[in-house]
């Protein structure tokens, strides 16, 4: 079966770094995502990994490490507007998305 | 940038009422998908679409829901007897195989 754990909730500071960590087992993958979700509105895509290793972009970054079956996102010089949840999500042999809960990111000033 | 265009942004309808989702996913990608999310809950799978036919779909999508892609570019989900408890954000997606699943911006459905 698959499954996908990442914490309910964090809080930090404006201006600090933050990283969210994706913990996952599954028996197929095709990749692991980052997404961002704003209350009330769509996901959007943040970053895809599917070699080991960190990819940079901007203030984000995320990394992956296949054989511990884990993720992290990485958020730097947080702003407010980063207050937001951030969904882990597996990508399955069949191409299909497996949807972490979600992380509610809390950013105080 | 080719994006996910979902209509209506949002429905009102009555319980027991049939409603259609709207949805036209990027044009060169091959699997769609609709999720729904309901207030304050995790985002949920019902279906993904390829080829022209079902290629998965969840518990919750049962004989009430269907998908239909009509013309070529258009991707809808009917709920046939709408319910109480299928109030939610109706997201479709699209995806190019290897690069996620991108969004549409959602149709916030209320049933009455």
């Known amino acids: 079966g698959q499954n996908i754990d990442q914490p309910t909730e964090m809080t930090a500071t404006e201006g600090a770094i933050v990283q969210i960590n994706c913990t996952y087992q599954?028996?197929?993958?095709?990749?692991l995502f980052w997404y961002q979700q704003h209350a009330g509105e769509a996901p959007t895509f943040l970053s895809y990994?599917?070699l080991d290793g960190l990819e940079e972009k901007g203030r984000f970054s995320s990394f992956l490490s296949r054989s511990k079956g884990y993720s992290y996102l990485l958020l730097k010089e947080l702003q407010m507007k980063d207050s937001a949840s951030y969904l882990c999500?597996?990508?399955?042999?069949?191409?299909?998305?497996?949807w972490g809960a979600g992380t509610k990111l809390i950013i105080k000033p | 940038e080719p994006e996910v265009t979902q209509t209506p942004s949002h429905q009102v309808t009555q319980m027991g009422q049939e409603v259609i989702l709207r949805c036209v996913p990027i044009?060169?990608?091959?699997?769609f998908y609709w999720y729904r999310q309901i207030l304050g809950q995790k985002v949920e799978f019902l279906v993904s679409?390829?080829?022209?036919?079902?290629?998965?779909k969840s518990e919750i999508f049962d004989d009430q829901f269907s998908v239909e892609r009509p013309d070529g570019s258009n991707f809808t989900l009917k709920i046939r007897s709408t319910k109480l408890e299928d109030s939610a954000m109706y997201f479709c997606?699209?995806?190019?195989?290897?690069?996620?699943?991108?969004f549409g911006q959602g149709t916030r459905l209320t049933v009455v």
């Open positions: 599954t028996s197929g993958f095709n990749g």
């Open positions: 679409f390829y080829n022209n036919e079902i290629s998965e």
């Open positions: 044009s060169n990608h091959l699997y």
């Open positions: 999500a597996l990508m399955d042999s069949n191409y299909q998305l497996i």
């Open positions: 990994n599917v």
């Open positions: 997606a699209s995806s190019g195989q290897l690069w996620g699943a991108f």
